[in-house]
């Protein structure tokens, strides 16, 4: 009965844009995207229960495995699209990427925020902390990436320019490159 819940309730949720929204407005699922969804949804659980009935307990598993697989495709689908889903880091380093594809990326925040792991994810390659690569003596990074807080100035590094800003609510984002 859970599985059923899940199956038939997501798509019903999706389908109204006060309860899930999208980044842009709007609801996670037009409506012939959530009805089909729906409609699935009933017709396997429906048919989870009947083969239940009928002591088909292994049918009845791989239908429910049906509904909980669907259920997470379909969730997993909208929330790549919902504000929840989206990482603060994303915009930043599209932006180094666009300035210096092979750049060598470091990360500084003086109040201590621990580096979003997602950074090192999109640039597809390691992030560490600035001053983890100064204890080291590793040559200078590229490009230093930065946290300003709100009401905070834009945040510097001797040796460093911003090039790029990207907000995040009331924060900002900031890539700094060395300065040549």
Known sequence: AVVAAMGVALPIAGMVPKVLRRVGGGAWYPPAAGGAALAAAVVVSAGMFALARRGRPGA????????????????????????AGRSEMRPIAERILAADPV????????????????????????????DAVRR????????????????HPPPSVPGYRSFAAEPYGKRFWHALGRER
């Open 103 to 130: 750049a060598t990326v470091a990360y500084a925040d003086p109040g201590n925020k621990p580096m979003p792991p997602d950074l090192s994810i999109y640039l597809n390659r390691m992030v560490r902390p600035l």
């Open 60 to 83: 009845a598993l791989a239908a429910s495995a049906v509904v909980v697989l669907g259920t997470n495709a379909l969730l997993l689908w909208a929330y790549a699209d919902a504000p």
């Open 136 to 151: 080291r003596g590793m040559p200078d990074p590229d490009v230093v990436v930065a946290l300003q807080r709100e009401g």
